[in-house]
């Protein structure tokens, strides 16, 4: 099973970017900067002011995968469908509801806040904002290098569920006692992975998943998503792109 990677976008403590953007790609640990509504968007868009940090990270994440893919605009819904990994998911998020139940004895807890209490919250928000009808799915996991959602957008594309899948990872800084216990480099990288033969030649390059599970890049053995990001913009960059 295999299919092309044309869209790369990301949110990181270095800033955000997508491919063709000619921005740097760097995931490191860091806080990571506000994002800004006018960075996505040219319309006013309310929901995105109201939304947790983690909701905007991964919102945000896939608007600059679906820019770079040219899937940006739409007129008619797509069957689009999204696999994340998160470590932390929504965490952040519920401390923060559960302080504002803790006072008066739990009559004035935050109904906004409670709205993104969920991991794949920013899931429904992509499918708004981008008419997105696929399957969606955010998959909990202790050391998330990203493999997982990839080879389910493979084996999804390759059941003839959806020709076009985003697969990415999410996860926003969170307090100093749970880095303790499962640390993850905050920040989200979303990629979008078509099957269309018409796309073969407009990508970054080829993903397949050999019959061991191994996930390869052009036929070579990637050991993350944050790798494979940085092998697209290099091969990018170098012209060798394989798509």
Not at 115 to 140: D, K, P
Not at 165 to 192: K, N, Q, W, Y
């Amino acid at each position: 099973m295999n299919a092309v990677i044309t869209g790369i976008g990301w949110v990181t403590s270095t800033g955000p970017g997508w491919a063709k953007g000619g921005q740097d790609f760097c995931m490191i640990p860091g806080a990571i900067p506000p994002i800004a509504r006018k960075q996505l968007f040219s319309e006013p868009n309310q929901r995105f002011g109201r939304q947790s940090e983690y909701s905007k990270l991964g919102l945000s994440a896939i608007a600059f995968a679906l820019r770079d893919a040219g899937l940006e605009n739409w007129v008619e819904k797509r069957p689009i469908g999204v696999v994340a990994a998160s470590v932390h998911g929504s965490l952040v998020t519920d401390l923060d509801y559960f302080q504002t139940v803790l006072p008066a004895g739990g009559g004035l807890p935050s109904p906004n806040l409670f709205a993104y209490t969920l991991a794949n919250c920013f899931m429904g928000e992509a499918a708004i904002q981008f008419g997105l009808t696929g399957s969606t799915m955010v998959i909990n996991e202790s050391v998330s290098n990203g493999l997982t959602p990839l080879r389910m957008a493979l084996e999804i594309i390759d059941w003839n569920e959806h020709d076009t899948m985003l697969a990415g990872i999410c996860d926003v800084l969170v307090p100093e006692p749970f880095r303790d216990i499962c640390s993850t480099i905050p920040g989200a990288l979303f990629m979008v992975l078509t099957g269309k033969d018409s796309c073969i030649h407009s990508g970054y390059g080829n993903l397949s998943l050999s019959g061991n599970g191994a996930l390869l890049y052009n036929g070579e053995k990637t050991a993350s998503i944050i790798e494979l990001a940085k092998r697209c913009l290099e091969d990018r960059k170098a012209g060798r792109s394989e798509g």
